[in-house]
Protein backbone atom coordinates (compact mmCIF):
# COMPACT_ATOMS: atom_id res chain seq x y z
CA UNK A 1 0.00 0.00 0.00
CA UNK A 2 1.57 3.46 -1.30
CA UNK A 3 2.08 5.85 1.84
CA UNK A 4 1.44 9.70 1.62
CA UNK A 5 3.43 12.74 2.47
CA UNK A 6 1.28 13.39 5.31
CA UNK A 7 1.53 9.85 6.74
CA UNK A 8 5.15 9.62 5.70
CA UNK A 9 5.86 13.38 7.77
CA UNK A 10 3.58 12.07 10.59
CA UNK A 11 5.68 9.11 10.94
CA UNK A 12 9.23 10.64 10.76
CA UNK A 13 7.84 13.26 13.48
CA UNK A 14 6.86 10.59 15.84
CA UNK A 15 9.56 8.94 15.43
CA UNK A 16 11.73 11.37 16.65
CA UNK A 17 8.87 13.17 18.97
CA UNK A 18 8.55 10.16 20.79
CA UNK A 19 12.11 8.65 20.70
CA UNK A 20 13.95 12.44 21.97
CA UNK A 21 10.91 13.38 24.10
CA UNK A 22 11.07 9.50 26.48
CA UNK A 23 14.76 10.39 26.79
CA UNK A 24 14.18 14.11 27.91
CA UNK A 25 11.21 13.28 30.43
CA UNK A 26 13.26 9.97 32.00
CA UNK A 27 16.65 12.48 32.36
CA UNK A 28 14.36 15.18 33.98
CA UNK A 29 12.90 13.04 36.60
CA UNK A 30 15.75 11.07 36.81
CA UNK A 31 14.81 7.61 35.55
CA UNK A 32 16.06 5.09 33.19
CA UNK A 33 14.93 6.50 29.63
CA UNK A 34 14.38 2.64 28.64
CA UNK A 35 11.53 2.63 30.69
CA UNK A 36 9.72 5.02 28.49
CA UNK A 37 11.37 4.15 25.48
CA UNK A 38 10.20 1.16 24.89
CA UNK A 39 6.51 1.45 26.04
CA UNK A 40 6.70 4.51 23.53
CA UNK A 41 7.84 2.47 20.47
CA UNK A 42 5.10 -0.09 21.08
CA UNK A 43 2.37 2.85 21.40
CA UNK A 44 3.86 4.12 18.19
CA UNK A 45 3.32 1.32 16.31
CA UNK A 46 0.50 -1.26 17.20
CA UNK A 47 -0.98 1.41 19.91
CA UNK A 48 -1.61 4.11 17.52
CA UNK A 49 -0.65 3.19 13.81
CA UNK A 50 1.59 6.01 13.49
CA UNK A 51 4.82 4.18 12.55
CA UNK A 52 5.09 1.79 10.15
CA UNK A 53 8.92 1.12 9.94
CA UNK A 54 8.52 -0.86 6.57
CA UNK A 55 6.37 1.20 4.62
CA UNK A 56 8.79 4.11 5.82
CA UNK A 57 11.59 2.89 5.00
CA UNK A 58 11.43 0.11 2.65
CA UNK A 59 14.50 -1.84 2.06
CA UNK A 60 16.27 0.35 4.01
CA UNK A 61 14.94 -0.49 7.22
CA UNK A 62 17.95 -2.54 8.05
CA UNK A 63 20.96 -1.49 6.94
CA UNK A 64 20.26 1.61 8.22
CA UNK A 65 19.94 0.09 11.73
CA UNK A 66 22.93 -1.53 11.59
CA UNK A 67 24.29 1.53 10.62
CA UNK A 68 23.10 4.08 13.34
CA UNK A 69 23.95 1.25 15.48
CA UNK A 70 27.83 1.39 14.49
CA UNK A 71 27.61 4.97 14.94
CA UNK A 72 26.58 4.41 18.59
CA UNK A 73 29.26 1.91 19.00
CA UNK A 74 31.53 4.68 17.80
CA UNK A 75 30.40 6.95 20.47
CA UNK A 76 30.61 3.79 22.75
CA UNK A 77 34.46 3.27 22.22
CA UNK A 78 35.19 7.01 22.76
CA UNK A 79 34.38 6.16 26.24
CA UNK A 80 36.52 3.46 26.65
CA UNK A 81 39.75 4.52 27.54
CA UNK A 82 42.29 2.13 28.85
CA UNK A 83 43.98 4.87 31.24
CA UNK A 84 40.43 5.04 33.17
CA UNK A 85 40.28 1.50 33.72
CA UNK A 86 41.53 0.61 37.13
CA UNK A 87 44.09 -2.16 36.34
CA UNK A 88 42.36 -4.14 39.20
CA UNK A 89 39.48 -4.46 37.05
CA UNK A 90 41.25 -5.51 33.34
CA UNK A 91 41.64 -8.92 34.16
CA UNK A 92 37.67 -8.89 35.49
CA UNK A 93 36.17 -7.44 32.15
CA UNK A 94 38.52 -9.74 29.64
CA UNK A 95 36.84 -12.86 31.84
CA UNK A 96 33.22 -11.22 31.44
CA UNK A 97 33.23 -10.75 28.23
CA UNK A 98 34.89 -14.35 27.55
CA UNK A 99 33.69 -16.42 30.29
CA UNK A 100 30.89 -14.28 31.06
CA UNK A 101 29.59 -14.20 27.46
CA UNK A 102 29.37 -17.71 27.49
CA UNK A 103 27.73 -18.75 30.02
CA UNK A 104 25.37 -16.06 28.87
CA UNK A 105 24.93 -17.76 25.64
CA UNK A 106 24.28 -21.29 26.69
CA UNK A 107 22.12 -20.02 29.72
CA UNK A 108 19.96 -17.71 27.38
CA UNK A 109 20.05 -20.84 24.94
CA UNK A 110 18.63 -23.19 27.30
CA UNK A 111 16.10 -20.75 28.93
CA UNK A 112 14.85 -19.95 25.40
CA UNK A 113 14.36 -23.33 24.59
CA UNK A 114 12.26 -24.55 27.88
CA UNK A 115 10.21 -21.83 27.46
CA UNK A 116 9.27 -21.33 23.55
CA UNK A 117 10.37 -25.12 22.76
CA UNK A 118 11.59 -23.60 19.20
CA UNK A 119 13.74 -26.11 18.21
CA UNK A 120 17.65 -26.49 19.08
CA UNK A 121 18.20 -24.24 16.22
CA UNK A 122 16.53 -21.19 17.02
CA UNK A 123 16.98 -21.66 20.81
CA UNK A 124 20.81 -21.60 19.89
CA UNK A 125 20.50 -18.57 18.18
CA UNK A 126 18.36 -16.68 20.60
CA UNK A 127 20.86 -17.60 23.17
CA UNK A 128 23.29 -15.99 20.82
CA UNK A 129 21.13 -12.76 20.43
CA UNK A 130 20.78 -12.41 23.98
CA UNK A 131 24.58 -12.30 24.69
CA UNK A 132 24.17 -8.66 23.72
CA UNK A 133 23.91 -6.20 27.11
CA UNK A 134 24.79 -2.78 25.35
CA UNK A 135 26.09 0.71 26.24
CA UNK A 136 22.75 2.23 25.68
CA UNK A 137 21.10 0.97 28.41
CA UNK A 138 23.47 0.47 30.79
CA UNK A 139 25.00 3.90 31.17
CA UNK A 140 22.15 5.27 31.59
CA UNK A 141 21.33 3.28 34.65
CA UNK A 142 24.88 3.87 35.70
CA UNK A 143 24.47 7.93 35.18
CA UNK A 144 21.31 7.29 37.71
CA UNK A 145 22.71 4.59 40.15
CA UNK A 146 26.49 5.97 40.38
CA UNK A 147 28.68 2.92 41.81
CA UNK A 148 31.79 2.69 43.18
CA UNK A 149 34.91 1.46 40.89
CA UNK A 150 35.72 -0.80 39.94
CA UNK A 151 32.11 -2.01 39.26
CA UNK A 152 31.29 0.70 37.06
CA UNK A 153 33.79 0.60 34.68
CA UNK A 154 33.44 -3.10 34.52
CA UNK A 155 30.15 -3.07 33.62
CA UNK A 156 30.68 -0.11 31.23
CA UNK A 157 33.65 -2.00 29.43
CA UNK A 158 31.55 -5.45 29.28
CA UNK A 159 28.54 -4.06 27.89
CA UNK A 160 30.69 -1.76 25.19
CA UNK A 161 32.85 -4.79 23.95
CA UNK A 162 29.70 -7.02 23.88
CA UNK A 163 27.79 -5.27 21.64
CA UNK A 164 29.83 -6.16 18.85
CA UNK A 165 31.06 -9.58 19.81
CA UNK A 166 27.37 -10.53 20.48
CA UNK A 167 25.95 -9.10 16.65
CA UNK A 168 28.74 -11.08 15.29
CA UNK A 169 28.30 -14.34 17.32
CA UNK A 170 24.48 -14.12 16.15
CA UNK A 171 25.66 -13.37 12.31
CA UNK A 172 28.09 -17.01 13.13
CA UNK A 173 25.34 -19.07 14.64
CA UNK A 174 23.25 -17.62 12.08
CA UNK A 175 25.35 -19.04 9.19
CA UNK A 176 25.69 -22.45 11.31
CA UNK A 177 22.04 -22.65 10.52
CA UNK A 178 21.94 -21.52 6.94
CA UNK A 179 24.74 -23.72 6.48
CA UNK A 180 22.93 -26.40 4.23
CA UNK A 181 21.28 -23.36 2.22
CA UNK A 182 24.58 -21.48 1.20
CA UNK A 183 28.10 -22.18 -0.23
CA UNK A 184 31.32 -20.30 1.05
CA UNK A 185 33.40 -20.27 4.14
CA UNK A 186 32.97 -22.37 6.97
CA UNK A 187 30.97 -20.01 9.66
CA UNK A 188 34.04 -20.89 12.05
CA UNK A 189 36.28 -18.87 9.59
CA UNK A 190 34.00 -16.52 8.76
CA UNK A 191 34.09 -15.21 12.50
CA UNK A 192 37.50 -15.09 12.24
CA UNK A 193 37.21 -12.91 9.13
CA UNK A 194 34.91 -10.62 10.87
CA UNK A 195 36.70 -9.57 13.97
CA UNK A 196 39.96 -9.61 11.68
CA UNK A 197 38.28 -7.45 9.20
CA UNK A 198 36.27 -5.38 11.49
CA UNK A 199 39.48 -4.43 13.69
CA UNK A 200 41.62 -3.66 10.99
CA UNK A 201 39.89 -1.52 9.24
CA UNK A 202 38.83 -0.01 12.12
CA UNK A 203 42.85 0.63 13.25
CA UNK A 204 43.02 2.24 9.67
CA UNK A 205 40.37 4.49 10.12
CA UNK A 206 41.63 5.61 13.92
CA UNK A 207 45.41 6.69 12.61
CA UNK A 208 44.21 7.84 9.85
CA UNK A 209 41.59 10.51 11.82
CA UNK A 210 44.45 11.33 14.25
CA UNK A 211 47.08 11.87 11.70
CA UNK A 212 44.51 14.60 9.64
CA UNK A 213 43.54 16.50 12.88
CA UNK A 214 47.10 16.31 14.30
CA UNK A 215 48.41 18.04 10.66
CA UNK A 216 45.76 20.60 11.28
CA UNK A 217 43.84 19.28 8.16
CA UNK A 218 40.22 19.94 9.38
CA UNK A 219 38.95 22.98 11.48
CA UNK A 220 37.80 22.52 15.07
CA UNK A 221 34.35 22.71 14.34
CA UNK A 222 34.42 20.07 11.55
CA UNK A 223 36.29 17.59 14.02
CA UNK A 224 32.93 16.17 14.83
CA UNK A 225 31.62 16.10 11.63
CA UNK A 226 35.07 14.94 9.97
CA UNK A 227 34.70 11.87 12.61
CA UNK A 228 31.29 10.95 12.08
CA UNK A 229 32.43 10.87 8.53
CA UNK A 230 35.68 8.10 9.01
CA UNK A 231 33.19 5.80 11.35
CA UNK A 232 30.57 5.64 8.27
CA UNK A 233 33.19 5.21 5.55
CA UNK A 234 34.72 2.42 8.29
CA UNK A 235 31.48 1.15 8.75
CA UNK A 236 30.70 0.66 5.47
CA UNK A 237 34.04 -0.72 4.06
CA UNK A 238 33.86 -3.79 7.02
CA UNK A 239 30.24 -4.14 6.01
CA UNK A 240 31.28 -4.75 2.10
CA UNK A 241 33.79 -7.44 3.51
CA UNK A 242 31.90 -8.96 5.56
CA UNK A 243 28.32 -8.25 7.35
CA UNK A 244 28.48 -7.43 10.58
CA UNK A 245 32.58 -6.61 10.75
CA UNK A 246 31.61 -2.70 10.75
CA UNK A 247 30.23 -2.82 14.27
CA UNK A 248 33.32 -3.97 15.60
CA UNK A 249 35.02 -1.58 13.27
CA UNK A 250 33.70 1.56 14.45
CA UNK A 251 34.34 0.10 18.28
CA UNK A 252 38.20 0.23 17.39
CA UNK A 253 38.12 3.30 15.85
CA UNK A 254 36.88 4.78 18.79
CA UNK A 255 38.81 3.12 21.40
CA UNK A 256 41.81 4.28 18.94
CA UNK A 257 40.88 8.04 19.51
CA UNK A 258 39.93 7.48 22.50
CA UNK A 259 43.36 6.46 23.69
CA UNK A 260 45.71 8.12 22.04
CA UNK A 261 47.11 11.48 23.16
CA UNK A 262 48.13 13.58 20.05
CA UNK A 263 45.05 15.42 19.61
CA UNK A 264 41.95 15.98 22.28
CA UNK A 265 39.02 14.26 21.35
CA UNK A 266 36.31 16.69 23.93
CA UNK A 267 34.95 18.46 20.55
CA UNK A 268 34.18 14.57 18.47
CA UNK A 269 32.45 12.95 21.95
CA UNK A 270 30.11 16.07 23.07
CA UNK A 271 29.09 16.02 19.01
CA UNK A 272 28.56 12.00 19.60
CA UNK A 273 26.49 12.51 23.05
CA UNK A 274 24.21 14.49 21.05
CA UNK A 275 24.22 12.10 18.01
CA UNK A 276 23.73 9.40 20.78
CA UNK A 277 20.59 10.69 22.21
CA UNK A 278 18.65 11.29 18.53
CA UNK A 279 19.79 7.85 17.55
CA UNK A 280 18.95 5.71 20.55
CA UNK A 281 15.73 7.47 20.59
CA UNK A 282 14.68 6.85 17.05
CA UNK A 283 15.93 3.43 16.91
CA UNK A 284 14.00 1.87 19.87
CA UNK A 285 10.68 3.58 18.53
CA UNK A 286 11.11 2.15 15.00
CA UNK A 287 12.49 -1.40 16.15
CA UNK A 288 9.43 -0.83 18.62
CA UNK A 289 6.95 -0.25 15.98
CA UNK A 290 7.59 -3.75 14.30
CA UNK A 291 6.52 -5.70 17.31
CA UNK A 292 2.98 -6.91 17.23
CA UNK A 293 1.15 -6.26 20.21
CA UNK A 294 -0.87 -9.30 20.17
CA UNK A 295 2.14 -11.20 19.54
CA UNK A 296 4.39 -9.90 22.37
CA UNK A 297 1.28 -10.45 24.72
CA UNK A 298 0.54 -14.12 23.89
CA UNK A 299 4.21 -14.76 24.63
CA UNK A 300 3.64 -12.78 28.24
CA UNK A 301 4.10 -15.80 30.03
CA UNK A 302 7.07 -17.36 28.23
CA UNK A 303 9.29 -13.83 28.09
CA UNK A 304 8.49 -14.06 31.65
CA UNK A 305 10.15 -16.78 32.63
CA UNK A 306 13.14 -16.14 30.12
CA UNK A 307 13.40 -13.02 32.14
CA UNK A 308 13.34 -14.65 35.62
CA UNK A 309 15.75 -17.14 34.59
CA UNK A 310 18.19 -14.95 33.02
CA UNK A 311 17.96 -12.38 36.14
CA UNK A 312 18.05 -15.16 38.95
CA UNK A 313 20.59 -17.81 37.50
CA UNK A 314 22.08 -16.99 34.41
CA UNK A 315 23.55 -13.39 35.22
CA UNK A 316 24.95 -14.48 38.74
CA UNK A 317 26.22 -17.62 37.28
CA UNK A 318 28.05 -15.94 34.45
CA UNK A 319 29.29 -12.72 37.14
CA UNK A 320 30.28 -15.68 39.85
CA UNK A 321 32.51 -17.61 37.03
CA UNK A 322 34.17 -14.40 36.06
CA UNK A 323 34.94 -13.65 39.23
CA UNK A 324 36.49 -16.51 40.88
CA UNK A 325 39.84 -14.97 40.36
CA UNK A 326 39.35 -11.21 40.51
CA UNK A 327 40.76 -10.75 44.20
CA UNK A 328 40.46 -6.87 43.51
CA UNK A 329 36.74 -6.58 42.99
CA UNK A 330 35.26 -6.69 46.42
CA UNK A 331 32.09 -9.32 47.03
CA UNK A 332 29.91 -6.12 47.43
CA UNK A 333 30.99 -4.93 43.82
CA UNK A 334 30.53 -8.45 42.88
CA UNK A 335 27.24 -8.95 44.02
CA UNK A 336 26.31 -5.43 42.52
CA UNK A 337 27.49 -7.12 39.14
CA UNK A 338 25.57 -9.86 38.99
CA UNK A 339 22.18 -7.61 39.60
CA UNK A 340 22.74 -5.33 36.48
CA UNK A 341 22.49 -6.68 32.67
CA UNK A 342 19.84 -5.12 30.78
CA UNK A 343 19.70 -6.06 27.03
CA UNK A 344 19.66 -3.18 24.49
CA UNK A 345 19.18 -1.96 21.45
CA UNK A 346 21.48 -4.45 19.46
CA UNK A 347 20.10 -7.53 20.55
CA UNK A 348 16.48 -6.33 18.98
CA UNK A 349 18.05 -4.85 15.76
CA UNK A 350 19.34 -8.03 15.32
CA UNK A 351 16.32 -10.14 15.95
CA UNK A 352 14.72 -7.89 13.25
CA UNK A 353 17.32 -8.66 10.78
CA UNK A 354 17.20 -12.32 11.24
CA UNK A 355 13.77 -12.86 10.49
CA UNK A 356 13.61 -12.11 7.08
CA UNK A 357 16.24 -14.65 6.44
CA UNK A 358 14.81 -17.21 8.70
CA UNK A 359 11.66 -16.66 7.11
CA UNK A 360 13.04 -17.06 3.78
CA UNK A 361 14.94 -20.23 4.52
CA UNK A 362 11.90 -22.19 6.16
CA UNK A 363 12.79 -21.41 9.92
CA UNK A 364 9.96 -20.95 11.89
CA UNK A 365 11.50 -17.43 13.76
CA UNK A 366 8.02 -15.64 14.48
CA UNK A 367 8.76 -15.75 17.82
CA UNK A 368 12.16 -14.32 17.82
CA UNK A 369 11.68 -10.40 17.73
CA UNK A 370 9.17 -10.36 20.13
CA UNK A 371 10.59 -12.37 22.65
CA UNK A 372 13.81 -10.37 22.38
CA UNK A 373 11.94 -7.18 22.69
CA UNK A 374 10.19 -8.47 25.64
CA UNK A 375 13.46 -9.87 27.37
CA UNK A 376 14.75 -6.16 26.92
CA UNK A 377 11.37 -4.67 28.28
CA UNK A 378 11.77 -7.37 31.43
CA UNK A 379 14.98 -6.66 31.68
CA UNK A 380 15.01 -2.73 31.53
CA UNK A 381 11.96 -2.70 33.80
CA UNK A 382 13.30 -5.19 36.59
CA UNK A 383 17.23 -3.60 36.08
CA UNK A 384 15.80 -0.03 35.93
CA UNK A 385 13.92 -0.59 39.10
CA UNK A 386 15.65 -2.60 41.00
CA UNK A 387 19.76 -1.39 40.54
CA UNK A 388 19.37 1.92 42.55
CA UNK A 389 17.60 -0.13 45.74
CA UNK A 390 20.64 -2.89 45.33
CA UNK A 391 22.95 -0.72 45.19
CA UNK A 392 22.20 1.04 48.40
CA UNK A 393 21.56 -2.01 50.39
CA UNK A 394 24.83 -3.37 49.51
CA UNK A 395 26.19 0.23 50.32
CA UNK A 396 28.14 0.51 46.72
CA UNK A 397 26.36 3.88 45.53
CA UNK A 398 28.83 6.39 45.75
CA UNK A 399 27.84 9.73 47.41
CA UNK A 400 26.44 12.17 45.31
CA UNK A 401 28.36 15.11 44.33
CA UNK A 402 28.78 18.41 46.38
CA UNK A 403 31.44 20.25 45.48
CA UNK A 404 31.54 23.76 44.16
CA UNK A 405 33.82 25.11 41.45
CA UNK A 406 34.63 28.79 41.42
CA UNK A 407 35.63 30.59 38.18
CA UNK A 408 37.29 33.69 37.77
CA UNK A 409 40.14 36.21 38.57
CA UNK A 410 38.89 38.07 41.69
CA UNK A 411 40.53 37.89 44.39
CA UNK A 412 37.51 38.26 46.43
CA UNK A 413 36.53 34.51 45.09
CA UNK A 414 39.81 32.66 46.39
CA UNK A 415 38.09 33.18 49.96
CA UNK A 416 34.97 32.30 49.09
CA UNK A 417 36.56 29.03 48.07
CA UNK A 418 38.35 28.88 51.31
CA UNK A 419 35.21 29.45 53.40
CA UNK A 420 33.55 27.15 51.66
CA UNK A 421 36.36 24.87 51.82
CA UNK A 422 35.91 25.78 56.24
CA UNK A 423 33.13 24.29 56.26
CA UNK A 424 33.95 21.25 54.19
CA UNK A 425 32.40 21.45 50.68
CA UNK A 426 35.19 19.95 48.15
CA UNK A 427 36.14 23.29 46.15
CA UNK A 428 38.30 23.72 43.02
CA UNK A 429 39.15 27.45 41.62
CA UNK A 430 39.55 28.12 38.03
CA UNK A 431 41.60 31.22 37.04
CA UNK A 432 43.82 32.71 34.28
CA UNK A 433 46.19 34.70 37.27
CA UNK A 434 47.09 33.99 40.39
CA UNK A 435 45.54 35.00 43.53
CA UNK A 436 47.75 35.47 46.22
CA UNK A 437 45.35 34.72 49.22
CA UNK A 438 44.98 31.22 47.66
CA UNK A 439 48.25 30.42 47.10
CA UNK A 440 49.37 31.38 50.55
CA UNK A 441 46.63 29.65 51.89
CA UNK A 442 46.64 25.93 53.32
CA UNK A 443 43.60 24.95 52.60
CA UNK A 444 43.20 21.44 50.73
CA UNK A 445 41.77 23.55 47.48
CA UNK A 446 42.17 21.78 43.64
CA UNK A 447 43.00 24.96 41.36
CA UNK A 448 42.86 24.87 37.67
CA UNK A 449 43.78 27.29 34.85
CA UNK A 450 41.10 28.96 32.34
CA UNK A 451 43.96 28.32 29.50
CA UNK A 452 44.34 24.43 30.66
CA UNK A 453 42.97 21.78 28.78
CA UNK A 454 39.72 20.62 28.56
CA UNK A 455 40.92 16.72 29.54
CA UNK A 456 42.95 18.72 32.59
CA UNK A 457 39.62 20.48 33.68
CA UNK A 458 37.32 17.09 33.41
CA UNK A 459 40.01 15.41 35.57
CA UNK A 460 40.15 17.81 38.25
CA UNK A 461 36.19 18.68 38.47
CA UNK A 462 35.90 14.62 38.74
CA UNK A 463 38.79 14.64 41.37
CA UNK A 464 36.58 16.98 43.28
CA UNK A 465 33.20 15.68 42.70
CA UNK A 466 31.76 19.18 41.08
CA UNK A 467 28.08 19.85 41.30
CA UNK A 468 27.74 23.31 40.94
CA UNK A 469 29.84 26.30 39.79
CA UNK A 470 30.07 30.04 40.31
CA UNK A 471 31.15 31.98 37.27
CA UNK A 472 32.46 35.46 37.68
CA UNK A 473 34.10 36.75 34.50
CA UNK A 474 33.72 39.72 32.89
CA UNK A 475 30.77 40.46 29.98
CA UNK A 476 31.97 38.65 26.88
CA UNK A 477 34.19 36.10 28.72
CA UNK A 478 31.11 34.18 29.60
CA UNK A 479 31.50 32.06 26.38
CA UNK A 480 34.70 30.83 27.42
CA UNK A 481 35.41 27.37 26.76
CA UNK A 482 34.89 26.69 30.41
CA UNK A 483 31.89 28.05 31.28
CA UNK A 484 30.64 26.06 28.05
CA UNK A 485 32.39 23.28 29.65
CA UNK A 486 30.73 23.62 32.93
CA UNK A 487 27.41 23.77 31.35
CA UNK A 488 27.67 20.63 29.77
CA UNK A 489 28.94 18.65 32.61
CA UNK A 490 26.40 20.16 35.18
CA UNK A 491 23.55 21.62 33.49
CA UNK A 492 22.67 25.08 32.89
CA UNK A 493 20.85 25.47 35.99
CA UNK A 494 23.60 24.21 38.15
CA UNK A 495 25.77 27.18 36.97
CA UNK A 496 25.42 30.53 38.19
CA UNK A 497 26.83 33.50 37.16
CA UNK A 498 27.70 36.87 38.87
CA UNK A 499 26.52 39.90 36.96
CA UNK A 500 28.31 42.66 36.42
CA UNK A 501 27.12 46.23 37.53
CA UNK A 502 28.58 47.39 33.63
CA UNK A 503 26.40 45.30 31.80
CA UNK A 504 24.20 46.75 28.91
CA UNK A 505 20.66 46.59 29.21
CA UNK A 506 20.25 43.68 26.35
CA UNK A 507 22.94 41.28 28.37
CA UNK A 508 21.24 42.22 31.43
CA UNK A 509 17.23 41.19 29.93
CA UNK A 510 18.88 38.00 27.93
CA UNK A 511 22.51 36.89 29.20
CA UNK A 512 21.33 36.81 32.97
CA UNK A 513 17.84 35.58 32.21
CA UNK A 514 19.29 32.52 30.04
CA UNK A 515 21.25 31.50 33.30
CA UNK A 516 21.03 31.14 36.94
CA UNK A 517 21.91 34.30 38.89
CA UNK A 518 24.24 33.76 41.80
CA UNK A 519 24.00 34.77 45.16
CA UNK A 520 20.00 36.69 44.21
CA UNK A 521 18.89 38.36 41.67
CA UNK A 522 19.83 41.99 42.40
CA UNK A 523 23.53 41.02 43.65
CA UNK A 524 25.91 41.87 41.24
CA UNK A 525 30.44 41.71 41.50
CA UNK A 526 30.39 45.69 41.50
CA UNK A 527 28.03 45.32 44.94
CA UNK A 528 30.77 42.53 46.49
CA UNK A 529 33.75 45.03 45.82
CA UNK A 530 31.63 48.03 46.74
CA UNK A 531 31.23 46.46 50.15
CA UNK A 532 35.31 45.21 50.28
CA UNK A 533 36.54 48.70 49.49
CA UNK A 534 34.61 49.94 52.73
CA UNK A 535 36.13 47.60 54.48
CA UNK A 536 33.45 44.66 54.77
CA UNK A 537 35.24 41.06 54.84
CA UNK A 538 33.89 37.80 53.63
CA UNK A 539 33.19 34.97 56.61
CA UNK A 540 30.81 33.32 58.60
CA UNK A 541 28.08 35.35 59.91
CA UNK A 542 26.35 35.25 63.31
CA UNK A 543 22.76 34.55 63.85
CA UNK A 544 22.77 38.91 64.49
CA UNK A 545 24.49 39.67 61.43
CA UNK A 546 22.51 38.52 59.14
CA UNK A 547 19.77 41.08 59.00
CA UNK A 548 21.58 43.92 56.46
CA UNK A 549 24.09 41.56 55.33
CA UNK A 550 25.34 40.49 51.89
CA UNK A 551 24.78 36.17 51.72
CA UNK A 552 26.11 34.81 49.43
CA UNK A 553 26.01 31.33 49.84
CA UNK A 554 24.33 28.97 52.69
CA UNK A 555 25.96 25.40 53.89
CA UNK A 556 23.73 22.82 55.06
CA UNK A 557 24.48 20.14 57.81
CA UNK A 558 25.22 17.79 54.99
CA UNK A 559 27.96 20.16 53.38
CA UNK A 560 26.21 21.14 50.16
CA UNK A 561 26.12 24.91 49.05
CA UNK A 562 23.20 27.20 48.07
CA UNK A 563 24.89 29.53 45.67
CA UNK A 564 21.45 31.58 45.57
CA UNK A 565 20.28 31.97 49.21
CA UNK A 566 18.16 34.70 47.93
CA UNK A 567 16.17 33.27 45.88
CA UNK A 568 16.39 29.62 47.79
CA UNK A 569 16.21 30.47 51.28
CA UNK A 570 18.27 29.21 53.55
CA UNK A 571 17.19 26.92 56.11
CA UNK A 572 17.43 27.30 59.71
CA UNK A 573 20.53 25.60 60.63
CA UNK A 574 22.48 26.25 57.68
CA UNK A 575 25.87 28.30 57.87
CA UNK A 576 25.44 31.15 56.29
CA UNK A 577 28.69 32.99 54.67
CA UNK A 578 28.54 36.80 52.96
CA UNK A 579 29.40 40.54 54.07
CA UNK A 580 28.70 41.94 57.10
CA UNK A 581 26.94 45.52 57.27
CA UNK A 582 29.67 47.97 59.03
Aim: glycine share 10%; hydrophobic share 55%.
Amino acid sequence: MAVSDTQITIGLATVVLFGVGSIWIALRFKFPSLLLLLPAGLVAGGGLDLVEPQELFGEALFPGVTLLVGLLLFQSGLQLRIRDLPIEARGAVFRMVTAGGVVTFAGGALAVWAAYSPGTDMAILAGAILVVSGPTVVGPLLHVVRPREPAGSILRWESTVLDPLGAILGVVTLNLILASERAGLHPILQMGLRLTAGAAIGAVAGLVLVFVMSRFLVTDNMEAAVALLFATVAFAAAEVIASEAGLFATVVLGMIAANQNIVPTARISGFGETLEVLIIGSLFIVLGALVDLGDLAAGGWRVAAVVAILVVIVRPLAVGISMVKSKHVPLRERAFLACLAPRGIVAVSTAAAFTGPLDDAGFAADFLLPMVFGVILGTGVTYGLSAGPVAGALRVRRPSAKGVAVVGNDQWLADLAGQLNAQFVPTMVITSSPLVRLEDSELDIVTASLRGTESDLRGKMDQVGVAEAIVCLEPGLTDDLVTALLVERLGRRNVYRVAHGNETAIERTMGIAASTRAFGRDVSNDDVKRRIQHGSELRVLSSNEIEGALVVVAVSADGRANLSPYSQPPELNDVQIGFPTN
